[in-house]
């Protein structure tokens, strides 16, 4: 690990890791997620290969394998990619994943890989520094292109966590909701889930210092304002 700690470089353990797929599958965001991530896989090439950086649970591995593509994922967790272990099975064999920080992934070779896809990440980390060093590390093991998800300030809406709904969720388990209050009190990484919402044109341009130029950008998230995906290649 580097020297910058986050709180998303922690909290993706334990009941965060076991519980993170069933608590958003359903969500339209996820599902447009998914299908944005299907049609930009079926645009590369047959047999070309994509590191999905961060990792996480290994949603996007069964539309990579749709398209023909060759898997390498890295995330700092191991317990993320041990929930990605049990949910692939057989297919997470396939795939080449391994425990590393984004920030310095220097078990790869320069242009070892021909893409990098980051979904759900950028907006985890609390400066453009530790984004620029990030992005400077896509641009060295890539050889070709970067599908980026960002999501940016215009429109961005707050988090919607209503008391109503928070009083609701404590009744109905209240073991769990004394534990998160617990959790809070020892100030754990698990309960800190502040968004930075990294304005675009200073994303992109220190995107564009490391090589990568903006080829195109999707629709806008119907469900999650500012949430788009960035298309980027190698200038
Ligand atoms: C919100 S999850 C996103 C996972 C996946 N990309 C997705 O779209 O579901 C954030 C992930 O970032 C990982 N992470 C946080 N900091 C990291 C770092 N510096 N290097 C690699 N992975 C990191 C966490 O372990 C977690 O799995």
């Not at 394998?65 to 990605?84: E, F, N, P, T």
């Not at 400077?136 to 709904?165: H, K, M, T, W, Y």
Request: proline share 6%; aromatic share 8%; hydrophobic share 45%.
């Amino acid at each position: 690990m580097t020297a910058s700690l986050y709180s998303a470089k922690l909290k993706y353990s334990g009941a965060v890791a076991e519980e993170y797929v069933g608590k958003r599958e359903e969500a339209p965001t996820w599902v447009w997620e998914q299908e944005q991530v299907a049609a930009w896989a079926r645009s590369r090439p047959a047999g070309s290969s994509v590191l999905d950086v961060p990792f996480g649970t290994g949603r996007y591995v069964p539309v990579y394998r749709a398209a023909g593509l060759k898997v390498r994922g890295c995330d700092i967790s191991a317990d993320m990619i041990a929930v990605a272990r049990r949910e692939l099975g057989e297919a997470f064999g396939d795939c080449c994943v391994e425990v590393a920080d984004a920030e310095d992934m220097r078990h790869l070779a320069d242009g070892e890989v021909d893409a990098v896809l980051c979904s759900r990440f950028i907006q985890w980390l609390p400066s453009l520094d530790i984004v620029d060093r990030i992005l400077a590390e896509f641009a060295r093991v890539a050889d070709d292109e970067l599908f980026l998800q960002l999501r940016i300030p215009s429109g961005a809406a707050p988090r919607a966590n209503p008391l109503g709904a928070r009083v609701r969720r404590a009744l109905a388990s209240p073991g769990a909701a004394v534990g998160r209050v617990l959790r809070r009190l020892r100030r754990d990484p698990s309960t800190d889930w502040t968004i930075h919402i990294h304005p675009e044109p200073e994303v992109l341009a220190r995107a564009r210092a490391h090589g990568w130029v903006l080829a195109a950008v999707s629709e806008e998230c119907p469900s999650r304002p500012g949430l788009r995906f960035y298309r980027l290649r190698k200038g």
